[in-house]
């Protein structure tokens, strides 16, 4: 069991609406063409530096890699760079752009542009953005008579500055030491304080940014805690029930989930200064100073839980209707003999919803890492040592519908904070450990605590999300979103917009699942007896499990162009559905209703595993069900035998001993199981 692993950056395909240029190239016909157009970034003429940038983005996004090997050959890095200091604020918009969307597809020009440090012409031209931005928000003698292009023109480049950096943090690790060096926290921070007049889209992506970058990496922890202002202006947010004049509560609840999420990355560094500064003192640290982080998850979890009441099935339909229109549009202008269409609001609705999805999916890895590092604590007890009573169940089983109740009330049906019940949430996280600390506490009292603390609060009010998070759409494979939004083999343009969007939701799906997973090792490891007292749980979560796998696994695949990435997609979701049956039959010691088609299912997914990871999880699962007695001799024996003559023998006598750790580790899984069922 660990934190769960922080999303991997998805770059967007539109950032701020931005808007292509006329008349700037898609295509080169010859590689001569390209110093001619590079050429043209240093030219006199704005309106050519404009053009040169507009169609070095471009050429810099071709699905041709040559196309951008050839510009990277011709030190297109090192022009654009230069750019950046351009006086006409379209020129760096378009160069930010380029750079922007370089660094995100393509890791060797990432660490190429960190090399030509990029840093120093980011560092150069933060000041001036920062004072376009407060004349803005002023509405000062400079900013008044600003059209509102010239306006957007200066959020775009921010937000194209913050996406770089942003990027280069997560795909270039060495980059992280001159990022540090910066001094960015109070420009980043900057942006919250004033969230309502701001487009959303860009403070949001400055809390991206700051959630990343303070992401085990002490320095700025430690930088941003000595800006008191900014944890205060952070907290504010975390805690803004009754909304912000001039943000829609979508966009305040985002804001308010990665504000949170910083303020928890550095809420160690945060506590751990605190005991410094209080130690030795009478009274130990005030209250009103400790207080508020220990609180946070709490608050966080009240905005995560309506966050993630978000209707999977609606955004597939969204999204087929979409790209349906996509497709028709690029299928007009290649009849028309016409370039192809850009800037369509269609794509800005897909751009839109790929951005929904990846705040649910940060929303998810929060929540799965707040229960990790605190569900554990809080319901920490060995199920062998507690016995209680059918009547201690009943009022277990009451408290976490309370709780559940509690939590799903503070939200309407759009997500809204609902005002009147703001005062009546309730599901205080408690110390277990100083609780089993106490003599006095028996294991009957500590068992009822942790049916009261966060392990009642996931159950009832995270878990029904996350099973319908998890559930496949009609547009989370390859083969169904085909076949619902093109009528004929689908152009290369149409694939890719439709993989993208496949994409999108497997990444959703296998996030809900991750966090699902979480929720049942923390049970499985701090109150196993959980499983025993509740199988009319296990039942249901088994049968969800099921119908995933059977969704992934058991329908049609695309065509043979596509069948690898269709495979890559499908077990990008079928691994975390298989890990959540493992731990699940495995902590409710097999008691799960698995069928014999479901064995036979689980058996040939072991067969087909394209890796020893899945491999070794699939065999988990059988082995777990083959330890349920009495009444299943044959399905043991079959489970028996497969582990026995198709894994460990068959692996042995083909290969002899396998160097290759991978390969043992399926054997060694199968040798331990075996053992344990006989």
Known sequence: MGRAPKRSFKDRATPLGHSAVA???????????????????????????????????????????????????????????????????????????????????????????????????IQALIPRLAKS????????????NLTVDERNIVFQTTDNLISILWVLCETVPWSLKQINNMALIPFLISFFKVIGKLPASLVQTAGQFLYTLTDANPHAQHTLLGHPAATQTLFALVNAHHGIDGVLAEDLAIVSILAGGILANIKPAALSQLEKTYKGRDGGIPEAEEKPWDELSRALLQIISGFIQFDVDAAAETAATAVRSVIAAHTESEANGAEPPGGLKQEAALDQLNSRISYVQLALELAANIFTDEGADDAELDADDSTPSEDDEDMADDDIDSDA??????????????????????????????????????????????????????????????????????MSTLASAINECAETTPSSAATKAIVS??????????????????????????????????????????????????????????????????????????????????????????????????IEGLIHVCEQAPNSDLRVKAIGVLGSIACRKPGHVSDNQRIGTFLLDSVVCKALLDNGAPADSSKVEPIIEALDLIYDIY
């Open 501 to 598: 969007v496949v994409e999108s939701f497997t990444a959703l799906h296998e996030r809900a699942l991750s966090c699902f997973n979480n929720v049942l090792l923390v049970i499985e490891e701090s109150l196993k007896v959980w499983f025993r007292k509740h199988g009319d749980n296990v039942d249901q979560w088994w049968r969800l499990l099921i119908d995933i796998a059977q969704l992934l696994f058991g329908t049609a695949g695309s065509s043979a162009d596509l069948a690898d990435t269709d495979q890559r997609l499908r077990f990008a979701v079928l691994e975390p559905t298989i890990s959540c049956m493992w731990t699940l039959a495995r902590s409710a010691q097999g008691a799960v209703p698995a069928t014999r088609e479901q």
């Open 405 to 474: 109740e509690d939590v799903t009330r503070h939200f309407d049906e759009d997500g809204n904070a609902d005002e009147e019940d703001d005062a009546g949430v309730d599901f205080d996280i408690n110390d277990m450990e100083d609780i089993l600390a106490e003599e006095s506490t028996t294991a009957k009292e500590a068992d009822d605590v942790a049916q009261q603390s966060i392990l009642g609060v996931f159950i009832g009010a995270i878990v029904p999300s996350l099973q319908r998070l998890a559930k496949p759409t009609k």
């Open 23 to 121: 008349g700037a190239v898609t295509t080169v016909k010859s590689k001569d063409e390209v110093p001619a157009l590079l050429k043209k970034l240093t030219s006199d003429d704005a309106n050519d530096r404009v053009w040169a940038a507009a169609s070095s983005s471009n050429l810099l996004m071709s699905e041709d890699p040559a196309v951008r090997r050839l510009l990277l050959s011709n030190n297109v890095v090192s022009a654009l760079i230069d750019c950046m200091a351009d006086s006409v604020p379209d020129v760096i918009l378009q160069v930010t752009g380029a750079l922007h969307k370089l660094v995100a597809i393509d890791q060797g020009a990432a660490e190429e542009v960190c090399r030509k440090n990029i840093f120093a012409a």
């Open 133 to 144: 931005i407060d004349d803005i928000i002023k509405n000062s003698d400079d900013a008044a």
